[in-house]
């Protein structure tokens, strides 16, 4: 994955102290790069004198052909004194991209009266104007630089503009058609491409049936590495070496076509025909890609893969996902539910130190594949991206583990703050019984993402709306 490009544009007016515009826009520099975040930063420097943002149109033109070259994901406009509204409006238009808005909180005026940046009442101007373009921006509350809310905001905003930057450039893996008798995993291939540019690669079950036999019968390095993983994370006792061998074939075939296709994740048949053609289930395949940062969902579940991109860009690709069924609820506590589905978790998640590679406990041929076991608890999120008639939603909810009683398949039990309200939200759509879990909190960076996806509602249900805005105004620091 290619590090995320942010377009440094930070900007003055002329009328206010040049030489703490300069002063400021180096130190935002220097804190920013001091957060430790994967980005490439493209600046100013070398187009003026100052590497300032400021009000010419020539200057607006050589920006926004350097950031166009240079293939910005996002911008960055901090308003160094009052700033130049116009021209960060008209440079944030001709890019389309996440634009954020921030400024240092101006000092105590001079002992004359007079005030050096009135940066504050520039981002008053700016931010109408930017509505005046209809460009949406990110709004970071007006703070000194090394305050706590500064680095929440931006770090927030990198994440966002993370997902929308995979999210425009998505591309799903289809194996296979859905289950015959999964309506709920129907959906709109022509519109997820005409309303959100999403394209879907579909491939049939007998291209990944010949690609993986055909890998089985070699010696690539590829499925050495495989096979050598299986044994050295899983207990496979319960399964031939064939059966370790054909799993792990399946594996590189999919990741194989995942590459050459461009694709970001996958979206597999998991049952019923695969065991027919292959002999074995794809779940543990599934989970491994899934720990290599490819997603794999089950049942044809392209709105599913969707959310674990999404899920995982909005992590900055620094935690695994994993997708789960809303199954049942906790026998015992009122808001717990159980996350499971087969036995395609991630690995790198599992309790147990070696989790058991076994047969399939549902199915009457019993086929080897599945990946079973406990995964860890603690805090997470679960998301779904869906959509019918025409308007797509995205669910936003925060768990924690729990303890609960054993069952079969990879699983973990959860609570939340009021499941029969989750549940209600969930049944009444647009929703399905797939969710996609993550633990990391990427809510709030989602939630922010929404809005420069046009047609795409964030939907919260814990925290709310108002608790997510209150959060990045930094109402708790």
């Known amino acids: 994955m290619k590090k995320l490009k942010l377009g440094y544009a930070p900007t003055r007016r002329f009328v206010f102290s040049a030489e703490d515009a300069f002063k400021y826009k180096v130190q935002i520099r220097e804190k920013i790069e001091s957060f430790g975040l994967d980005i490439d930063i493209v600046d100013l420097e070398g187009l003026n004198s100052e590497g300032l943002l400021y009000d010419d149109h020539i200057n607006a033109e050589a920006i926004i052909e350097r950031f166009k070259q240079e293939k910005v994901d996002a911008v960055f406009f901090p308003h160094c ?5 116009d021209t960060v409006a008209r440079v944030g238009k001709a890019l389309g991209k996440p634009v954020l808005l921030w400024g240092p909180r101006d000092e105590s005026p001079l002992e004359d009266g007079m005030r050096l940046r009135d940066t504050q009442c520039g981002l008053f101007a700016t931010g109408k104007v930017l509505r005046r373009f209809n460009v949406p921006f990110t709004y970071v509350t007006n ?3 090394d305050d706590p809310i500064f680095e929440r905001g931006f770090t ?3 994440a966002a503009a993370n997902v929308v930057r995979q999210f425009r450039n998505l591309r799903i893996l289809q ?3 859905r289950p015959a008798s999964f309506y709920t995993m129907m ?4 519109e997820l491409l005409e309303r959100f540019g999403i394209e879907i690669h579909p491939i049939t079950l007998v291209d990944i049936q010949r690609t993986s036999k055909q890998i089985e019968k070699g010696d690539s390095a590829e499925l050495k590495e495989a096979v050598a993983y299986i044994k050295e994370k899983l207990d496979y006792s319960e399964v031939t070496e064939d059966d370790v061998r054909r799993i792990a074939a399946l594996k590189v075939a999919m990741k194989q076509y995942a590459t050459k296709t461009g694709s970001t994740a996958i979206a597999i048949q998991c049952w019923s025909s695969l065991q027919e053609a292959i002999g074995i289930m794809p779940c543990l395949a599934n989970a491994i890609l899934t720990d290599e940062q490819i997603p794999v969902t089950c049942e044809t579940d392209i709105h599913g893969a969707i959310t674990s991109t999404m899920v995982q860009a909005a992590s900055m690709n620094q ?4 997708f789960a069924d809303l199954t049942v609820r906790h026998p015992e506590n009122p ?10 978790f991630p690995v790198s998640l599992s309790v147990e130190d070696k989790p058991k590679l076994r047969k399939h406990f549902l199915f009457d041929d019993h086929a080897p594949g599945t990946h079973e076991g406990e995964i860890k608890g603690g805090g997470m999120t679960l998301v779904r991206f869906d959509g019918d008639h025409g308007e797509y939603q995205l669910f936003l909810g925060r768990a ?4 609960g009683p054993y069952t079969r398949g990879s699983y973990v039990w959860v609570e939340v703050n009021d499941w029969p309200l989750w549940e209600e939200k969930l049944v009444k759509g647009p929703y399905v019984h797939h969710s996609v879990g993550i633990h990391a909190n990427v809510i709030p960076a989602l939630y922010e993402a929404c809005q420069y996806i046009p047609g795409l509602a964030p939907d919260p249900v814990d925290p709310t709306v108002q608790e997510i805005q209150a959060w990045l105004r930094g109402s708790d620091l």
């Open 143 to 145: 703070s000194r630089v």
């Open 175 to 177: 194996i296979g058609p």
């Open 187 to 190: 959906c709109n291939e022509g």
């Open 335 to 344: 808001n717990g539910e159980l996350l499971f589905h087969c036995g395609n």
């Open 400 to 403: 924690r583990g729990i303890q």
């Open 319 to 322: 935690a695994p996902t994993f």
């Open 156 to 158: 927030n905003f990198i």
């Open 81 to 85: 004194n009052f700033g130049t509204e």
